[in-house]
């Protein structure tokens, strides 16, 4: 009992040591954000060992809360592990056309399209010729959102690669896991969302995206979530599916949906189910994992396992380069206040 007490104060201060350490430079971010310092970003919040160390909101995101745009995907990647948690979705390994009994027809006239898994989807590599990030690409996500049907539009993209084989950013990819969430679990996605994930962890507010006459949920971007509520998101990952004691989604889908899956092209990190993948690889800064959401414009969900932390922020720097500015906030001013001979 004593050893465990021990070990038990030893993390503890550990911990404390940690977000004191984060403390000056999250706030000095956090003032620099309420000045206008650092225009386009609408708010930062930095959380470590469960104690906010800084935090800078907007004001007029009380009135409506921030576009997420794809930083949404990671947060649809928990609703699939929840599913099936349930058993409403029998793994991973289940056939696309399976799960899509309405679009059948389609996968079935190509059998490499036919092969096509739900962890294709979530791992984007469904082999479809459809990349967001080549605006040529005949699948790209503005040709998309043109239709009335996004579904349809995507699965009717010709196959380019054997599915599960070459990464290819694809909206569509997740825009279709929507529909086979509702069609799993006989509700909409927002409604299997707010049952099972928002109201669970105390989302005040949710706005979510539609398409098809409200007929379908964008699963794939545009939900709009206040940053403290985005926090919890990241706590829930942290805390391996709890919150505040309350288990949401298994461990076991946290551990596989943050394990590496695939190669991202010309790019050093890695990609896991809908959620970005690194660790700290400089010597001088502590090392940790990183597991992130992240959205067009500046949206950012940052996870650090090994210390403890989340950092959110939310911007309008749509289209932008200097919407990753964060990422060398976190490189140069947070992580190195965080190393443990400081």
Same mark, same amino acid.
């Given at each position: 009992?004593?050893?465990?007490?021990?070990?038990l104060?030893?993390?503890?201060?550990?911990?404390? #040591?940690?977000?004191?350490? %984060?403390?000056?430079? #999250?706030k000095?971010?956090?003032?620099?954000?309420?000045?206008g310092?650092?225009?386009?970003?609408?708010?930062?919040i930095?959380q470590?060992?469960?104690? @906010?160390v800084?935090?800078? @909101?907007?004001?007029?995101?009380?009135?409506? #809360?921030?576009?997420l745009?794809?930083a949404?995907?990671s947060?649809?990647?928990?609703?699939?592990g929840?599913a099936?948690?349930?058993?409403?979705?029998?793994?991973?390994?289940?056939?696309?056309?399976? +799960?899509?009994p309405?679009?059948?027809?389609?996968?079935?006239?190509d059998?490499? !399209?036919?092969?096509?898994?739900?962890?294709?989807?979530?791992t984007?590599?469904?082999?479809?010729?459809?990349?967001d990030? =080549?605006p040529?690409?005949?699948?790209?996500?503005?040709k998309?959102?043109?239709?009335?049907?996004w @579904?349809?539009?995507?699965?009717?993209?010709?196959?380019?690669?054997?599915?599960g084989?070459?990464?290819?950013?694809?909206?569509?990819?997740?825009?279709?896991?929507?529909?086979?969430? %509702?069609?799993?679990?006989? &509700?909409?996605?927002? %409604?299997?969302?707010?049952?099972?994930?928002?109201?669970?962890?105390?989302? /005040?507010?949710?706005?979510w /995206?539609?398409?098809?006459? !409200?007929?379908?949920v964008d699963?794939?971007?545009?939900?709009r979530?206040?940053?403290? =509520?985005?926090?919890?998101?990241?706590?829930?990952?942290? %805390?391996?599916?709890?919150?505040?004691?309350?288990?949401? @989604?298994?461990?076991a889908?946290?551990?596989?949906?943050t394990?590496?899956?695939?190669?991202?092209?010309? &790019?050093s990190?890695?990609?896991?189910?809908?959620?970005?993948?690194?660790?700290? !690889?400089d010597?001088?800064l502590?090392?940790? !994992?990183?597991?992130?959401?992240?959205g067009?414009?500046?949206? +950012?969900?940052m996870?650090?396992?090994?210390?403890? #932390?989340?950092?959110?922020t939310t911007?309008?720097?749509?289209?932008?380069p200097?919407?990753?500015?964060?990422?060398?906030w976190? /490189? =140069? /001013?947070?992580?190195?206040?965080?190393?443990? =001979?400081?």
């Open positions: 009992m004593l050893r465990k007490i021990s070990g104060l030893v993390s503890l201060c550990f911990g404390l #040591a940690h977000a004191e350490a %984060a403390l000056e430079p #999250a000095q971010i956090a003032a620099e954000i309420d000045s310092i650092h225009p386009g970003f609408e708010s930062f930095m470590v060992d469960g104690v @906010v800084g935090r800078a @909101v907007n004001s007029t995101l009380s009135k409506r #809360a921030p576009d745009r794809s949404t995907k947060i649809t990647a928990l609703l699939i929840i099936i948690d349930r058993g409403a979705i029998p793994s991973v390994q289940t056939k696309v056309m399976d +799960l899509l309405s679009r059948r027809t389609v996968f079935e006239q059998p490499r !399209k036919a092969a096509m898994t739900l962890e294709d989807l979530l984007m590599r469904s082999g479809l010729d459809c990349n990030w =080549d040529k690409s005949p699948g790209h996500e503005d998309m959102y043109r239709t009335r049907d @579904v349809a539009f995507w699965s009717e993209q010709k196959m380019r690669t054997e599915p084989t070459e990464f290819s950013y694809c909206t569509g990819n997740v825009v279709a896991l929507g529909e086979i969430l %509702a069609a799993a679990v006989s &509700m909409s996605a927002d %409604a299997f969302a707010l049952k099972y994930l928002f109201v669970p962890i105390e989302v /005040r507010r949710a706005e /995206r539609y398409f098809d006459g !409200k007929r379908g699963t794939g971007g545009h939900l979530l206040e940053p403290d =509520d985005l926090l919890k998101i990241g706590e829930l990952v942290l %805390a391996r599916g709890t919150y505040k004691g309350k288990r949401i @989604v298994s461990e889908w946290i551990e596989a949906m394990q590496e899956r695939t190669n991202i092209p010309n &790019m990190q890695r990609y896991g189910y809908l959620w970005w993948l690194d660790h700290t !690889k010597p001088k502590p090392q940790t !994992k990183l597991w992130w959401a992240q067009n414009g500046g949206s +950012l969900l996870v650090m396992p090994q210390l403890n #932390a989340v950092m959110v911007g309008t720097r749509f289209n932008r200097d919407m990753l500015e964060p990422m060398f976190l /490189r =140069d /001013r947070l992580l190195p206040a965080m190393q443990p =001979d400081k």
